[in-house]
C-alpha cells in the first residue's frame, strides 16, 4: 500500500425554514424492511431535466419498488409529479430518475422531493433548472474530500449558500485503507474508512460510498443544491492514468477490472447521468451567460505520467531526453475526441464566460529549491525523494497540465482561435491558486482558479516552514501565479454576471475540530480583461 506522492500536494439548512424539515437522520423501526440512509441528492441540471436520487437499505434482497413524490413546497401541499421506481442489487439498491421538470416548473423556482416505501421517508431534498434567462449565475467549486482526514465543514457550509448547483471536481471519494493517506486521526475522530481495506472490488467502492454519502454534512449539502460531479483519481485509485495508476501494483489484480469496479459504484451512488462509454465529459449552459464545460483528464486517454527517476544517470539527469519525451506532440492527457467535443462546445455557443472544469492545474509550475530552509530530517520519505527535482528548474508535477504541455497548448490555441478567453476551474493539489495563464509565445489566454480541498492534507501541513515565506516564494519563482494559500481548506464561490466574474475563496476553520464555520474569505474580481484582488 503506498502513500499518495509529494507532487499531488504542490502545485445544510435553509435560513427561512426549521432545519427538522430536512432531517439527515434516517426514520428506523424494528418492523421495517426498508430504510433511507444515505440522503438525497440531485444532479445533472440542465433547461428541462436534473437526476433526482436516493439510495434504499433492505433488510431482504429483492427488488424494492419506490415512490418519488415532487411538489412545490416542503409541506408537500401541492404535488406536481409521482414516479414508481424500482432498484435491486444490480445498482446496489439506489434510485435514480431523470425528472422533467421543464413540464411542471418554473426555472426559476426550486422544487422539492421525496422518497417513501410503505410509511418509510426519506430526507427531503430541494433542486431547480439551469436558468436560460437569468442574469447572474451562483456556483461552488470543491475537489478532494477526505473523509478521514477530517470533517466535511466545507459542505456544512456550502449547504448555506444561495448558489444555483455545486461542482465536485473530483477525489469525491479515496481508496486507501485505514493506514494509508490521510487516515492519521481516522480513529481519533471516528472517521475509520470503510472498508478497512483499500479498494479494489465492487463491494469496496459500494461501501466507500456509502460511508461517504452517510455522513451529516454532506447529507446537508446533497438535500440543497444539484451537483454537477467528475471523478479524478481516487474514485479509481492515485495517479490513474487510462491504463493503470501508481497505486496499483501486478499483484493487485487485473487494473481494467478495478476501474470498472470503481466506475460502476460511481454511477450508481452519485446523481449523474450514464453515458456512452461511461463518458463523463459535457456541458451545461446557462444562456448567453455561461459555457460550462466538465473534462476528463484522468480515464478516458490519459497516457502514462513521465517519471523524473528515469532520466537520472551516472552522470547526472538527462534533460535532452526528458524535454523531448515531455513536449512529444503525441502525448494525450484529454485525447482527440475530447479536443473535437471541446472545439465544437466553443464555436457553438455565444456566452460571456467559458468555464473549462477539470481537475488538474494548467498553470506552469516549478517548485522553489527550500532545501535551506526547512528540516529535511522532519519531512516524509516521498518528500525528501523528491528535493533533488526542486535544483533541476523542472516542472513539478507531471501528473497536471505540465506533463502534456503539447496538448495543454492545442486547447490554448483553441480558445485563441475562437477568440474567447479561457477560464479554467482546477482541483486535486489542494492548495488554493490564481494564475494568468500564457501560451508557449507569452501571450495571455486566461486565468485560472484551483480550488482548495475539503479535508485532503495541503502543503502547510507536510512542509513545516513560515506560511508567507512558502507561499511568497511559490508566487515569486512562477510568473503565472498571481496568489496562492498552502494551508487553508474549503471552497471556491463563483458568481457570474454579463459584467464580472467573481471567485471567492471561502476557509473554513480547522477540519480536526467539531465546530463548523467560515474563518476567512478571498475575492478577486475579473473585469474588463483585468483581475482584481478585493
Given at each position: 500500500m503506498r502513500r499518495r506522492g509529494f507532487l499531488k500536494l504542490i502545485a445544510l439548512g435553509f435560513s427561512f425554514l426549521p432545519l427538522r424539515s430536512f432531517?439527515?437522520?434516517?426514520?428506523?423501526?424494528?418492523?421495517?424492511?426498508?430504510?433511507f440512509n444515505h440522503g438525497v441528492a440531485s444532479g445533472d441540471p440542465n433547461s428541462s431535466h436534473v437526476i433526482l436520487w436516493t439510495r434504499v437499505t433492505p433488510k431482504v434482497s429483492g427488488t424494492v419498488n419506490v415512490m418519488l413524490e415532487i411538489s412545490k413546497d416542503i409541506g408537500f401541499d401541492e404535488i406536481i409529479h409521482r414516479k414508481k421506481c424500482s432498484t435491486n442489487y444490480d445498482n446496489d439498491y439506489c434510485v435514480k430518475y431523470d425528472f422533467h421538470a421543464a413540464k411542471y416548473i418554473s426555472p426559476r423556482e426550486h422544487f422539492y422531493f421525496r422518497f417513501i416505501i410503505d410509511s418509510i421517508h426519506s430526507d427531503i431534498g430541494r433542486s431547480k433548472l439551469l436558468d436560460q434567462s437569468a442574469e447572474k449565475v451562483n456556483f461552488s467549486v470543491f475537489s478532494c474530500s477526505n473523509y478521514p482526514a477530517g470533517f466535511f465543514h466545507a459542505y456544512e457550509e456550502c449547504s448555506k449558500e444561495d448558489i444555483d448547483f455545486w461542482i465536485h471536481l473530483g477525489d469525491y471519494i479515496y481508496e486507501y485503507?485505514?493506514?494509508?493517506y490521510g487516515t492519521e486521526t481516522a480513529e481519533r475522530f471516528n472517521r475509520v474508512p470503510e472498508p478497512k481495506n483499500e479498494l479494489f472490488s465492487l463491494s469496496d467502492y459500494r461501501k466507500r460510498h456509502a460511508q461517504y454519502k452517510s455522513d451529516k454534512q454532506s447529507k446537508l449539502l446533497h438535500a440543497m443544491h444539484p451537483l454537477v460531479a467528475v471523478w479524478d483519481d481516487h474514485e479509481v485509485s492515485n495517479d490513474t492514468w487510462k491504463y493503470g495508476a501508481e497505486n496499483h501494483s501486478l499483484d493487485e489484480g487485473n487494473f481494467v477490472f478495478r476501474k470498472a469496479n470503481a466506475m460502476k459504484a460511481y454511477f450508481e451512488w452519485m446523481p449523474i447521468r450514464l453515458t456512452h462509454k461511461n463518458h463523463i465529459y459535457r456541458s451545461f449552459n446557462v444562456g448567453t451567460l455561461l459555457n460550462l464545460m466538465i473534462l476528463d483528464t484522468r480515464h478516458t486517454d490519459r497516457d502514462k505520467q513521465i517519471e523524473f527517476s528515469k532520466y537520472f544517470s551516472k552522470e547526472g539527469?538527462?534533460?535532452?531526453?526528458?524535454?523531448?519525451?515531455?513536449?512529444?506532440?503525441?502525448?494525450?492527457?484529454?485525447?482527440?475526441n475530447q479536443i473535437e467535443w471541446l472545439e465544437s462546445k466553443l464555436k457553438m455557443n455565444s456566452a460571456k464566460w467559458?468555464?473549462?472544469?477539470?481537475?488538474?492545474?494548467?498553470?506552469k509550475i516549478k517548485f522553489p529549491d527550500l532545501t535551506n530552509d526547512i528540516d529535511i530530517s522532519s519531512?516524509?520519505?516521498?518528500?525528501?525523494?523528491?528535493?533533488?527535482?526542486?535544483?533541476?528548474?523542472?516542472?513539478?508535477?507531471?501528473?497536471a497540465w505540465d506533463g502534456y504541455p503539447a496538448e495543454r497548448e492545442r486547447i490554448f490555441k483553441l480558445f485563441k482561435s475562437n477568440k474567447k478567453t479561457l477560464i479554467s476551474l482546477a482541483g486535486d493539489t489542494h492548495n488554493s491558486w490564481v494564475s494568468k495563464l500564457h501560451d508557449l509565445q507569452g501571450e495571455g489566454v486566461g486565468f485560472e482558479f484551483g480550488t482548495p480541498s475539503v479535508t485532503s492534507p495541503g502543503l502547510l501541513d507536510i512542509i513545516k516552514i513560515d506560511k508567507n515565506a512558502l507561499e511568497d516564494s511559490i508566487i515569486s519563482t512562477n510568473n503565472e501565479v498571481r496568489w496562492m494559500d498552502a494551508q487553508s481548506r474549503g471552497f471556491?464561490?463563483?458568481?457570474?454576471?454579463k459584467d464580472e466574474f467573481v471567485a471567492s475563496f471561502k476557509y473554513v476553520n480547522s477540519v480536526h475540530q467539531p465546530q463548523s464555520g467560515i474563518s476567512s474569505i478571498r475575492k478577486f474580481v475579473y473585469k474588463n480583461s483585468n483581475l482584481f484582488k478585493d
Open positions: 432531517s439527515s437522520t434516517p426514520i428506523l423501526y424494528e418492523t421495517n424492511k426498508y430504510s485503507g485505514q493506514g494509508g539527469f538527462e534533460f535532452d531526453n526528458f524535454y523531448s519525451d515531455l513536449n512529444h506532440p503525441a502525448r494525450k492527457l484529454i485525447g482527440n467559458n468555464v473549462v472544469a477539470q481537475q488538474v492545474l494548467m498553470t519531512l516524509p520519505v516521498e518528500v525528501k525523494d523528491y528535493l533533488p527535482i526542486t535544483k533541476l528548474n523542472l516542472p513539478s508535477n507531471l501528473d471556491l464561490n463563483i458568481s457570474i454576471t
